[in-house]
């Protein structure tokens, strides 16, 4: 009946489906929401205001394939991302850019910084806060210990429950102290958001004859990896495709290791009976506050409408039982060590392939899920299983 079989209609699924199926093959996805796009999905609320549904998601990337792959499917609105964060009291340009000094400090000590960092780094450079950190100067030192402690750690806590250090390097190097006054979140060449909505892209990727989709559907259900021999079998017969996993490994094995840790969000929508509700899309509160931000949708949709949807994001932890999603792997050694013995048992499986950012226990922006599923794609389009 089918070729292959694709676990999750999110990102990656639709990837792998639209390639698969444009091969003459033919793939069943099976979907455990009742939507495609996974966490990418939007849609219009109540209100008819077109919104995010798991929280801000903007297309970035620098890679001219990624950018040309989805155009096929979408135009998109170019939209350049700002984001303001509340520093005691005001609202600064995050990340820290020259600018944003003049913002929190008296103007002759801003001064003084600017002159200290354009004499040590190059115009339009990213510096690691980190890297500022480790400085001899002390006016350098006593810039990053600032934006430590007010844009990082209580922003980091709350989102993590860890402290920065505690998460390591990598988050907080996506937002390093940008010198330049170049205001935009992403410099990246490419930036959007689709014309007509994520969704719509989606339901573009996966409109073709070979591919059918599931929703609703647990696919424990219908799919079992038999540990004794290796085999794949779906509804009770011997499947010889492939078995392409997006969901969370843990969960393909029982969990038989032990569960691996997630930080989710809760994500609270408001809407206002006025025409916008703050001065920005989205507006981060690393320092007050429960939630961490806040995204206004119509600064990024470009939508007009009489009334405004907002949405506060509250991290937690990730719990099986509630209806949460297992948004952010927590990068930690130990979990990379669990994580790699159940990576170990999934590789015996000749059939099996995992992708994305469930299944590989790793973040990975929209672009990066694009760039690995064609990947994946590729590294076995012309393998015998
Ligand atoms: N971060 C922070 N303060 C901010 C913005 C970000 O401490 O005002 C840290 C935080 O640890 C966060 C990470 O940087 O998890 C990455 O931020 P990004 O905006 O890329 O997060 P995402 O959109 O992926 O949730």
């Known amino acids: 009946m089918f070729d292959d079989i ?14 698969i199926a444009a091969q003459g093959r033919k793939v069943l996805i099976i979907e455990k929401k009742q939507h495609i796009g996974g966490t990418c999905y939007d849609c219009y609320d109540s209100h008819g205001i077109l919104v995010h549904k798991y929280g801000p998601h903007i297309f970035n990337t620098d890679n001219k394939e990624v950018w040309d792959y989805v155009n096929r499917f979408t135009d998109f609105l170019i939209y350049h991302h700002r984001v303001l964060g509340v520093v005691e009291g005001k609202k600064v340009p995050i990340p820290f850019n020259l600018e944003s ?4 400090f008296p103007k002759t000590y801003a001064e003084v910084l600017e002159r200290k960092l354009l004499d040590k780094y190059e115009i339009n450079t990213k510096v690691p806060i ?3 950190q480790n400085q001899k100067d002390s006016d350098l030192r006593y810039l990053a210990n600032y934006i430590y402690e007010y844009v990082f750690l209580h922003y980091t806590e709350k989102q993590w429950g860890m402290t920065p250090k505690e998460v390591g390097g ?9 010198i330049s006054r170049d205001d935009r979140y992403f410099q990246n060449s490419y930036q959007g958001i689709p014309k007509e909505g994520y969704t719509r892209m989606f339901e573009r990727m996966l409109n073709h004859s070979n591919i059918r989709v599931l929703l609703n559907t647990d696919y424990r259900e219908l799919i079992k990896l038999k540990d004794e021999d290796l085999r794949i079998e779906f509804m009770d017969k011997a499947f010889g495709g492939k078995l392409i996993l997006t969901s969370p490994l843990d969960e393909a094995f029982s969990y038989r290791y032990g569960k691996l840790p997630y930080r989710s969000l809760n994500f609270v929508f408001e809407t206002y009976d006025r025409e916008f ?12 506050y429960d939630f961490t931000r806040i995204t206004e949708f119509k600064y990024m949709t470009r939508q007009k ?22 948004y ?13 013995r159940y990576l170990k048992t999934a590789r015996q499986f000749p059939n099996l392939l995992l992708a994305g950012r469930q299944a590989d226990y790793k973040y990975y922006t929209m672009a990066e899920t694009i760039e690995n599923a064609l990947r994946v794609f590729e590294s076995n389009e012309n393998k015998e299983i």
């Open 277 to 288: 509700y703050q001065e920005i899309c989205v507006v981060n509160y690393p320092n007050n």
């Open 6 to 19: 694709i676990v999750g209609a999110g990102l990656t699924g639709c990837v792998l489906a639209e390639r």
């Open 101 to 104: 000094l003049y913002k929190v």
């Open 170 to 178: 990598a988050a907080m190097a996506r937002i390093p102290f940008y």
């Open 305 to 326: 409408h009489e009334k405004t949807t907002i949405v506060k994001e509250f991290p937690c932890q990730y719990d099986y039982s509630a209806k949460l999603e297992p």
């Open 130 to 132: 980190m890297e500022l």
């Open 328 to 340: 952010y792997p927590i990068p930690k050694r130990e979990n990379e060590e669990l994580y790699g």
